[in-house]
């Protein structure tokens, strides 16, 4: 059995990272939550996966460059469905006030424009605030921002993303998986879902590293990883996930 992770919240039936869709992905009784966060220009974490909002609201620009308040006056949900429409996007806060009765919380930080790990910071401090750090699980593809976490507080559990073999980190990665988790204090890897196979996992797990493979839409690869032994899957369609891992149709 793999932990089902809501990617930015049941994201085909509501808009991605928003309330109704991390909502949506509690009614069905989702272990885990994924989300991705930014800093505003006035220093609040908001949740949302791109770094402006152009694709996901009616406004435009960088969230770097927008206070709190001018992103709340814009539309998160029109773009998904009219019966979406006003929806404010979401501080980090808000998001972690839903995520009492969950297993993991993998936050995203995404890298800041500027490469600033500024975030690490606020994640960390307001998941100790709602009594989550023991659960939350700090995912990102920039691993200075994971140090930072790790700088932030060495108790943070930290996981590496990654999907392009070419890139040197990968390699190294691929090299020595325990050395690379040991080096940089990683509790897990989220790697994409085609590098992973049985042995794969295996070897994660023989050096102490949980594995959460991303994104697991297909039937047969969540059946595949889950019996495989993968400790989650991040997924899109968590309906479909939660009845693969517990048989429970929603
Ligand atoms: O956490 C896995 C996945 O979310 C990484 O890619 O672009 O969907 O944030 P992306
Ligand atoms: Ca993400």
């Known amino acids: 059995m793999s932990l089902v992770i809501s990617h930015r919240g049941a994201n085909k039936e509501a808009p991605e990272n928003t309330l109704p869709a991390f909502r949506r992905s509690l009614a069905l009784a989702v272990d885990g939550f994924e989300n991705d966060v930014h800093l505003t220009k006035d220093g609040h974490l908001v949740v949302c996966h791109d770094d402006s909002v152009d694709r996901t609201s009616n406004g435009t620009g960088l969230i770097a460059d927008h206070t709190l308040a001018e992103l709340r006056t814009l539309d998160f949900g029109g773009w998904f469905a009219p019966a979406f429409a006003g929806?404010?996007?979401?501080?980090?806060?808000?998001?972690?006030e839903l995520c009492d009765g969950l297993k993991v919380i993998d936050v995203e930080i995404k890298r800041a424009p500027d490469g600033s790990t500024a975030a690490a910071d606020g994640v960390i401090r307001l998941a100790k605030d709602f009594g989550l750090f023991d659960r939350l699980l700090i995912s990102s593809f920039d691993m200075?921002?994971?140090?930072?976490?790790?700088?932030?507080?060495?108790?943070?559990?930290?996981?590496?993303?990654?999907?392009?073999?070419?890139?040197?980190?990968?390699?190294?990665?691929?090299?020595?998986?325990?050395?690379?988790?040991?080096?940089?204090?990683?509790?897990?890897?989220?790697?994409?879902?085609?590098?992973?196979?049985?042995?794969?996992?295996?070897?994660?797990?023989?050096h102490g590293v949980q594995i959460n493979p991303w994104?697991?839409?297909?039937?047969?690869?969540?059946?595949?990883?889950?019996?495989?032994?993968?400790?989650?899957?991040?997924?899109?369609?968590?309906?479909?996930?939660?009845?693969?891992?517990?048989?429970?149709?929603?």
């Open 215 to 250: 994104t697991v839409n297909q039937p047969h690869a969540l059946e595949r990883l889950r019996d495989w032994g993968a400790d989650g899957v991040i997924t899109d369609l968590p309906a479909q996930a939660m009845e693969m891992m517990y048989g429970q149709p929603q």
């Open 87 to 96: 929806t404010q996007i979401p501080t980090l806060e808000e998001f972690y």
């Open 144 to 206: 200075d921002m994971l140090q930072a976490c790790t700088a932030c507080d060495p108790l943070t559990r930290t996981a590496y993303l990654y999907h392009d073999i070419e890139e040197p980190l990968v390699e190294e990665l691929h090299d020595d998986l325990g050395a690379f988790a040991q080096k940089y204090h990683l509790a897990a890897y989220h790697p994409f879902v085609g590098f992973v196979s049985q042995s794969y996992i295996e070897e994660c797990h023989s």
